[in-house]
């Protein structure tokens, strides 16, 4: 019988032949954590009594969170991972390279690897067609020490990306949107797979972006085959050479089907406080906003960058709005230096800031005031998310978030995008 | 079932504490005190507070946290349930988990149990016994029972968490 993706990977990486279902001990390629999960991973490290780890190379400590440092508890928490990858042979991710997905979709993960991070949004690099999923430090830390983890194979539900993306329309709407209809726990214990011509289409941006929420449905790992476009984004990354095919097999086993007629959707946000309450932006009554932030893993790249800029040249951002943008990525943030773009959108006046996770998940970097709305690009906007749980976050597509930041409230982006 | 490793309680006795579906774990432990993740005691001081201001402070030794649907969902971070059981709570229980919260409650070492919550009420005394795979309803008067957990989280649990089963056995013995 065909075999799902996730049946592939798993059963390649545990040397027998695999269901969903089943459980196993698997290798496991490339293990990371972040300076929120770090920390505590390198404690159960220690408290394990492993002084090494099976394969340092793969094994990424990521300073992204809270980076740089805005107070005294973290830089020590950041130096405790300084210090320890320098012992081990870790790779470091220091301040300003980027977001933790983001560098491991640049210079990492490979099509058909198992990737483990500690962080739930890991699930972006199955974009490239790896089984990639988050856990807590301690799973981390086995991982480090041992290149090694526990997996139930999941059940897959396959979405099929059908029709056609309207003028206005990313990636970014698709998701928020399927997310709305099967809800935030609709693929718990699942794998998504993503596949039809909308998907084939798709530039490698937006199946990062659609990977990357599918833990806000409450997934395991969210996939696509790897393909001619992906091999192009890792040749582009300087990284040909671990491009692989991988594609779930003509027979295989779907607990559920999707169809998703894409012509349908319009541009979406997420109102407050769940992914799932979602709502088209034209059915919005007139919300004003406080903050928008363009950035993050979902959607800080550089094709989020470039329509960003293309709204905003020649405009500004409305009084009583602020605009925050961070690239995922200092090679995103380069690029868009060297072509202008950071240029125009600080002339429009943003607030362009480092790469890293910028305000996502309330540590630093514009934190919101009591009573405040934000419209943001990153993926999830539970009460509290960026800092306040007294403040609002509405996500959206970056185009919707950057035109919103030139009306003030949130607007359509078909009224400039025709 | 479930034995009784020095770590977790084989059986526990308590209040309800009770939350909706969909509790975070921005709500649990939230970014804003990102700063004292390296700080579990204090971390623990705040458990919840951003769902029910008072839950930290009234929380005592053996209470249980009861949930809706998808208790735990969002983030990764482990300390979400290390703080859970920090607190004294000696089991949470929910209609059903988010995967990474499930996975990380049963590594610390805090039982995660998927049952029907509707039969509980705030304040409620409940007795749970774990190898038995009993929750008694005291108050009311009822026994619910819970899922069985799989075998290899049986394990785990058994060794009192994830660190302690890799210590035992120098590996994964599952
Ligand atoms: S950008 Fe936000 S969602 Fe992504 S890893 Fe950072 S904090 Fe998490």
């Known amino acids: ?418 | 079932m479930i034995n009784s490793p020095e770590n977790i309680k084989k059986t526990c006795k308590g209040r309800a504490f009770k939350f909706g579906d969909d509790i975070s774990t921005d709500l649990i432990a939230p970014g804003r005190l990102f700063h004292l993740r390296s700080n579990l005691a204090e971390l623990a001081k705040y458990v919840l507070e951003d769902a029910d201001p008072e839950f930290p402070k009234k929380v005592k030794q053996g209470d249980f946290i009861v949930g809706g649907k998808n208790f735990g969902l969002g983030s990764s971070r482990e300390h979400a349930p290390a703080i859970i059981k920090l607190s004294g709570v000696g089991a949470v229980l929910a209609k059903s988990f988010a995967r990474i919260f499930f996975r990380n409650s049963i590594n610390v070492g805090l039982p995660a149990l998927i049952c029907d919550t509707d039969r509980i009420d705030e304040g409620d005394q409940l007795k749970i016994d774990l190898e038995k795979g009993i929750i008694k309803n005291i108050t009311k008067g009822i026994e619910l029972s819970f899922n069985p957990l799989p075998e290899v989280m049986i394990k785990i649990l058994n060794d009192g968490g994830l660190t302690e089963h890799i210590i035992k056995n120098r590996g994964f013995n599952l």
């Open chain 1, 1 to 418: 019988m065909g075999k799902t993706i996730s049946e592939k990977i798993i059963s390649k990486h545990s040397g027998r032949d695999l269901k969903a279902g089943d459980i196993a001990v698997v290798d496991v390629d490339v293990v990371m954590s972040q300076d929120g999960t770090g920390p505590l991973a390198v404690s159960q490290i220690k408290k394990m009594g492993f002084s090494r780890l099976k394969n340092p190379g793969k094994a990424i400590f990521f300073i992204d969170h809270a980076s740089p440092s805005p107070r005294r508890e973290l830089s020590n928490a950041h130096s405790v991972l300084r210090s320890f990858a320098s012992d081990t042979g870790a790779v470091l991710s220091d301040i300003g390279m980027g977001v933790c997905h983001q560098i491991l979709v640049e210079d990492f993960s490979c099509p058909g690897d198992i990737v483990i991070g500690g962080d739930s949004h890991t699930c972006t690099s199955g974009a490239l067609g790896a089984f990639a999923t988050g856990m807590g430090s301690t799973d981390i830390a086995v991982g480090y020490a041992l290149s090694k983890t526990w997996l139930m194979v999941p059940h897959t539900i396959r979405v099929n990306l059908i029709g056609k993306l309207n003028t206005g329309v990313f990636a970014k709407d698709i998701i928020i949107y399927l997310i709305g209809k099967i809800t935030s726990d609709g693929a718990t214990y699942r794998a998504l797979e993503f596949a039809g011509p909308v998907s084939e289409n798709m530039d490698m941006d937006g199946r990062f972006t659609i990977a990357n929420m599918a833990v806000e449905a409450g997934a395991k790992t969210g996939l696509f085959n790897s393909d001619e476009v992906t091999k192009a984004y890792l040749e582009s990354q300087g990284r040909g050479n671990c491009f692989r095919e991988i594609s779930a097999d003509p027979g295989a086993a779907y607990e559920k089907i999707i169809d998703m007629d894409c012509s349908v959707v319009e541009p979406m946000v997420s109102q407050p406080h769940t992914v799932d309450n979602a709502i088209p932006v034209r059915e919005l009554e007139k919300i004003r906003v406080d903050q928008v932030f363009i950035g993050t893993c979902t959607n800080g790249r550089i094709s989020d960058l470039r329509i960003a800029s293309e709204i905003l040249k020649g405009k500004k951002v409305a009084d009583g709005t602020r605009l925050i943008i961070v690239p995922a990525s200092r090679k995103i943030y380069l690029e868009a230096l060297k072509s202008g773009i950071i240029e125009t959108l600080v002339e429009s006046g943003a607030a362009v800031q480092n790469p890293g996770c910028g305000p996502c998940v309330g540590v630093h970097q514009g934190i919101l005031a009591d009573g405040e709305v934000c419209l943001s690009t990153q993926n999830r906007n539970f009460k509290g998310r960026m800092g306040n749980p007294e403040a609002f976050i509405y996500l959206s597509s970056t185009a919707t978030a950057a035109w919103s930041s030139v009306r003030g409230y949130i607007a359509d982006p078909r009224e400039v995008l025709k």
